[in-house]
């Protein structure tokens, strides 16, 4: 893709989408529409997110602010070819903060489904810990995440760290549906999750044969 928008603005548009562009990008959390003309503005907007799909990235709304991450198709080809793949043991521990701060508590309805999964449940350590990962992995697992904004530490407890915020949202979707497939797999919620699933693999199967 190319940036003929931007191209075509004057100098001073383009710094403005140039400094909204380099926000996005290295901001720890969602950077306010009102910080730059070039978010608050809708047709600015649009410019920033030509520029940033020209390297791959796409501009996320997250709650009052935006954030970039990766487009899906990108992100599923760096996967695919190990860029960015946390260790065994990180994974791990991330999917188990995963599990008890944001999957099983919505799965209850103890959190909103439009809340931040960085603003999950907190998981105690010792919540971690009460798993087949060492306790001595945990910590140190504990540690690396945190250093990549993948876990912040909240009170006594581990909650998603901002990191997550940079998922788009068929990413957030399909994570959270393996996750409630994991934590109650004969939950109503799990088998609701199926259905559609065999229902989208159906229409999939149509839409391949016409």
Known sequence: MGTELYEA???HRQADVRAAVCAVETARWP?????????????LRRVVEEVL??????LLAVGNGFVSGYDDAIRTRLADEGVGVLGREDRAVLTLVFLFSVAIPRARGGILGQTLWT?????SRDRLKDSAVPDGAVDDALARLATADLVRF???GVVLGPQVLRLT????AALLEQLVLLAEPGGALAESILRLRARRDALGSQSSEE
Not at 53 to 58: D, E, F, L, T, Y
């Open 9 to 11: 603005l004057p100098e």
């Open 31 to 43: 950077v306010p529409a009102s910080s730059f003309r070039a978010l608050a503005e809708v047709p």
């Open 53 to 58: 799909a020209a390297s791959g990235r796409v």
């Open 119 to 123: 603003e999950g449940v907190p998981v």
């Open 154 to 156: 909240k009170g006594a």
């Open 169 to 172: 949202e068929a990413s957030q």
